[in-house]
């Protein structure tokens, strides 16, 4: 086993073990706090696989925004485990966490079993991951880019250029409804 | 120099594109005019709606984007790869301008009696109707999936618009979450596509064939049916149908009829563009998912309503029952599936029942936004007792939308029904036959029973039908007819109409 | 090849290097504000301890340390514990990507010695490295979030709110007065950033001295410092969110501060003033090379040293905000602003 792989079996035990605490434990601001562990375990996830700009976006924009605000309500709504009921047997708990492991280790090890026999298959585009070749519009000659910002913006903006924009009108969307389902005397909204 | 972004693109995308500038233009307004009113934003959406409906239906001459009744078989593909047009999306893409132009008459009427109208409320509608066709014409598996998001988080909106009632917060809640897992899993499937074959274009993905041992393969197949899965939750057929009957309860009626129309619509068209693509060989796990599922959903949503005495959970129950008959298509979707006839047949008999379903889906919950009028927890059939009197025009409409349902013969869900059974017949699928016959026959129980209620002279008819309010407004009563009719009418036209979708079924790919 | 030879251990060598700077730095910070703030009070401030008071930092050390450990009852111990370290630690991470010097050719000796042709005072060079700035620093909010929940005090909690609540609304415009930057770099990386720079500022560039003014702000609402000092007020919160922390725990969270300050310092002088790099009729000037590069790395510290005297000299004269204003400056002036500069930006690199 070499170093990454090493470093890749550990990060798969966070990610596993804070998933679960996340369903699992009874505090909802540990719950919360383990959700960090594993956005920050997934970001180092990806700088594993060398996407380190998709692991500093996720630890920005997950950890260090969304999360913040979920940890927020929490604690301001002030529910402690002494609030949250009882809501199934010890002997449940242990079975559904037995069901669960049972089920992702097998899924890990058909996957990874996978992995091994799949390494060198062909793929559809047969491009090496972090490269990509583009147009320059102005010049029109083409470059072969590499680096994981400048690929993946050729990425969303030209391939992904429709869904990317259209993620603008979701997020739009979701700001509306927002304001207007939180908003208390709705005629006052014209 | 070339560009990355093209006129082009915007011509063959032009009914989405029409549509989100109208809902911009709403939003914009709203903040620049001081004055503005809901009436014109309601115009802005209807001229909006009757844009597209007329570039979908006639094209746009001169230029690639062709329409229902030019027959271009070419078609084309904008922004990269990212959308498809040809006549079989604008097939679909007509019958969600369609559904979505006759129920914004009923919400104008409805939720201004009701005090929840807002600008908004049309705005949404844009956004839903953009995002139906994107994901009915997308090309690639993100882009459907962004539709499908941009479809579905208007309807968690305005399923809790009547935030007064606790049941419609209830609603929204209960589908937010539940149509979130079954996109959640829908993306894990997305992931697994790109896994196993490097990309989500799925005119690049899915003529690939792989061997069945491999790697890729597996990952693909796995990938495949999470991401159907998905689009079975949103169809809500009988493993996925939890969320259905407290959804469509809670909503407020008219939002309850976009819901059962419109998103099944585009479900359905997506999930026939994914399918076409199958790997061989994958399609029989495929066919028999489908048949439990299928049998699951007829038999769950025919038995579930006898007992029910509400009246929307009883239309939601039958709309688990409606999506199991679909999904018996999907069957014959798969490429690799041997008769290629029978294929456009399938497809056509699809086109037709979804047409049929959406038109009569929307005139009952319609129907039974006008009757309950948000001021009762849930129209039972108590509160139909001496509606004929009442409220003869309303009775009429619900007695349509219910015997059609149940498929009694001139009615459009009878011709539906007959197309559905004809395919399944020559296929040789007789034992589902067998139970959709039989399933459909017990069904026919309680929509008799609406229809018994709404007519028969009960004793005691002044005890709960006075509060009942006259049917009203002049865009509701003329959507209402023209449903109606067209609910009475499209089965004499089915063959015509049958054909019609056969032609846009040969230009699927 | 010897042990010293190896990659590693001169990233040790280089951690250790820099962690004794920081931590130094840091420790002597709070010594030069308070001396400048007896300065500007008109007081002497500390000045027993040593020359000038030169040993207070040491003597407050082993204050800190010496001191009894206490914990609120009913705290959550863990999380308790938890937040003054991740404090220190995300201020201590942000250190590893700074570029301290440029990259130096080694003479021949030390070639021989060391095994490598250059040398870089910088830890690591990540990929996108004003990013990873501030993803890290964004992860400091938690260190505050969670000692304020777990004290199990009101008013540590409140003031926690407040602080993570201002730090998220102008971590938006502080990264937006980033673009500007970014956009005429085409970079990410610290290093392209600052070699960029080397015969004009960002500063005297029309996006950048618009940016440059935003930055400046966010940064100062960012550190939770004076003019937006709210989660710190002392007539309504005691002393914010770490009021139930004392001993070394609180130190921590005191050095992490003052680390964050240095840090936010050397990062406005990489973006806007062009870092260690000389202009080319300064370089031209000095003929050697080793003098070039002293002259560019004390002047890089000299650019630093001044945003750390700004925030000092700023906490005493400026007033607080409320916290209306202080949100009201944040979403409706700051972040519309630098939208606006970075659409301008994009005009100026477009046009150029």
Redesign the interface.
Known sequence: MNIPEILFYSFTFILVGSAFGVVFHRNP??SA?FL?LFFVGLAAMYALLGA??MA??Q??VY???IM??F??VI??ITVRDEALLNMSSNAGRTVIITVLVLAFSLQFWVLLG??M??KG???????APYSTEV?N??T?EKLLIT???EVISYAL???????FE??S??L???V??GI??TKHK??T?? | MENIFKFQDLILSAPQMILISGALLILLLQVILPGFRKLLAFYITLISLFASLYFVTFGIPGTAFYGLLSGNPEGGTAFQGNLRLNGYIQHYSFLILLALTIILFFIKRVFAEQKLELAEVYQFLLYIGAGSIFTVSANDLMTMYIGLELSSLPFFILAAWDRGRATATEAAVKYFFLSTIGIAFMLLGIALVYGGSGSTMLSEVFPVVFAEDSFSYKLLAAGWFLIIGGFLVKIAVVPFHGWVADVYDGAPSVITAAMASIVKISAVGAVFRILQFMQPDMHMILNTGIIIFAVASMVYGNMAPLNQNNLKRVFAYSSIAHAGYIITMFMFFPESFKAISLRTEASSALYFYILTYALTTILAFATIAYLENGEERGLTFDHLKGLSKKNPFAAFLLSVSALSFAGIPPLAGFFGKLFLLKVLLSAGYYYLAVVMIVTSLVGVYFYIRIVFYAYWDFEDENATSGMLPPFRGIFAWSAAIVTAVLVLGLGFYSESIFNFARVASELIQ | MAWYQTEIFWVIVKVAVILFVILTGGAYYTLAERRWAAFFQMRLGPNRAGFWGLLQPLADGIKFILKMETFPRNADLFLFMLAPVISTVTSLMLWGAIPFTPIIELPEAAQKITGSKSFILQVSNPNAGVLYMFAVSSLAVYGILIAGWSSNNKYSLLASVRATAQMISYELSLGLSIIPIILMTGSLDLYTIIETQKNSWFLFTLPGFLAFWIFLVSIFAESNRMPFDLAEAESELIVGYHTEYGGFKFAFFMISEYMNLITLSLLAAILFLGGWTLPDFISSAISNVWLQHAAGIGLFLLKAFFFVFLFVWVRWSVPRFRYDQLMDIGWKVMLPASLVIVFIAGIYVYLK
């Open positions: 601001v540990k706090m960090v380190e700009f500093t976006l630890v920005l950890v260090g925004a913040v605000l940890l927020f604690m301001l996978g992995f026999k799949a298959e062909h793929v559809v585009n047969g491009a147009m519009y102005t029109g680096g994981n910002a903006f030209e391939k992904y250029l429709l869904p259209l993620i009108l979701v739009l969307v979701a509306l409804g207007l389902l709705r005629e909204l014209q």
